[in-house]
């Protein structure tokens, strides 16, 4: 079910254990029980993870491989706000603009006084979707520039501009008619030529291309079975600037990376411009969220970080980016309810936290290394994972890796969980039984045992086979 993880050969230990990672990926698909997932981390310009899970289509069974790919959706978003701050850079247009500058057809309307930093920034009071929004669930056709303008002329503003942080598709379907205003060309060809191309981006487009290894976007999960519904293929119209753009999750880590601190692709000021906080969302009983212009913002692990979702029928996707340390991870599935977010935002926090605790000596990753590894029984599953110099102890199933893992302490030859307030055993030794071929055959903790996982999947499916005769 796992397609193998692609990693680079540092000259000195990752700070992490790529098949560790890659793993954890593994094991939040399975428990889901999402069709597929891609993945990819960049670390200082270096993809240093890259690997896909499952399949790209259920009906057909054809593995999912790292060249398969994705609607990414409101990634799009990051693409048009870049495309107008470069422009704005050139001075072709200034992000001040209201619509009626540079679109005739919304002159004297509420919509044509929004101005493009308004619109980049969700503050315009633009309706979302528009009036007939079914294209979200394969009804109507995406809006082509005609459908587009027609729907913001006759719906108007819903509320004031600059009232409330009011997400709409629709305002950035309207700029991508600016970009096409101001440039005289088509919008998918100046992104092409102005974006994807000069940062070598191959394999991703404005619009999926005929021919495109992509991925089939699959329903949600019945309430009572695993079955799921292919989701057929639609092209966005003049809604591509929102929401059409296809790519990979290595090319999503490159194109952030282009964000990044002391790189060229914008000025730094327009940079800082764009990530930083316009908006706030607080709701209750939601997380705390934060908007600049086309980029969404969030803390992990003590990082501010940077980045997307896409939300297209049948796909989700996400991506996190650390601007200051040239970190990314992005995550891409094929089912509605894909868990992209919970994914990226554990792996981000998996990568961070190892980051933060240095790379170790090859000498040392060794001694830490023989000790890991991942371990099964009644109860669930258990990593034993080297994060930089420090050993975890993670419970691979939760959503947040980190939440209730424990930081193992080393006293020789023996790991003790820590000494601090817990339901669990502080002080207490962590044994790791050695096995014949040089890898732990399995760990006791509080005096309950673990053995290797793999061993004990196998005791477990044959008990299954015995139950079922088979």
Request: hydrophobic share 40%; glycine share 12%.
């Amino acid at each position: 079910m796992t397609t193998e993880p692609m990693t680079t050969e540092p000259a000195t230990p990752h700070p992490f254990d790529p098949d560790h990672l890659a793993a954890w990926v593994g094991t939040q698909a399975g428990f889901a029980r999402v069709p597929g997932v891609q993945y990819a981390v960049r670390v200082g310009g270096d993809v240093v993870l890259e690997g896909a899970w499952g399949v790209a289509d259920v009906t057909t069974g054809e593995p999912l491989r790292t060249d398969h790919v994705f609607r990414v959706a409101s990634h799009s978003k990051t693409f048009t706000a870049t495309a107008v701050a470069r422009l704005a850079e050139r001075g072709a247009l200034r992000l001040d603009d209201a619509f009626e500058a540079h679109l005739p057809e919304l002159v004297g309307t509420g919509v044509g006084r929004v101005t493009l930093r308004e619109a980049l920034g969700h503050t315009g009071g633009v309706r979302r979707d528009g009036t007939d929004a079914d294209f979200w669930q394969l009804g109507p056709p995406f809006p082509d520039r005609r459908a587009l303008v027609a729907s913001v002329r006759a719906a108007g503003p819903v509320l004031g501009r600059g009232e409330v942080f009011k997400y709409s598709n629709l305002a950035y379907g309207l700029l991508g008619l600016v970009v096409e205003a101001v440039t005289g060309r088509p919008f998918e060809r100046h992104v092409q030529d102005d974006l994807l191309g000069p940062l070598g981006l191959d394999r991703t487009s404005p619009e999926l291309e005929d021919g495109a290894p992509a991925v089939v976007g699959h329903s949600a999960l019945g309430v009572a079975d695993d079955g799921r519904l292919p989701v057929a293929p639609v092209r966005t119209g003049a809604l591509a600037a929102a929401t059409g753009f296809c790519s990979t999750a290595s090319d999503l880590t490159r194109w952030f990376a282009a964000h990044a601190e002391g790189s060229t692709l914008l000025r730094p000021e327009t940079r800082r411009l764009l990530q930083r906080d316009e908006s706030a969302i607080d709701r209750p009983h939601a997380r705390p969220r934060r908007y600049g212009l086309g980029f969404e913002v969030r803390d992990i692990e003590g990082r501010r970080v940077v980045g997307h979702s896409g939300a297209f029928p049948g796909q989700l996707s996400r991506t996190w980016a650390d601007p200051a340390a040239g970190v990314v991870v992005s995550v891409l599935t094929n089912a509605v309810d894909g868990p992209a977010d919970t994914i990226a935002t554990g792996l981000f926090a998996l990568v961070a936290t190892a980051l933060d605790a240095g790379a170790p000596t090859p000498a040392e990753a060794a001694d830490l290394d023989r000790r890991t590894g991942r371990f099964a029984n009644l109860w669930g599953l258990t990593d034993v994972v080297r994060l930089g110099g420090d050993v975890w102890l993670i419970d691979p199933r939760r959503d947040d890796p980190l939440a209730g893992a424990e930081r193992l302490v080393a006293d020789g030859e023996t790991l003790r969980l820590p000494v601090e307030p817990g339901f669990g055993a502080p002080g207490e030794p962590v044994e790791v039984l050695p096995g014949e071929d040089g890898r732990p055959a399995g760990i006791v903790v509080a005096g309950v045992t673990s053995w290797r996982a793999e061993d004990y999947e196998a005791g477990r499916r044959a008990q299954l086979a015995a139950r079922h005769g088979g």
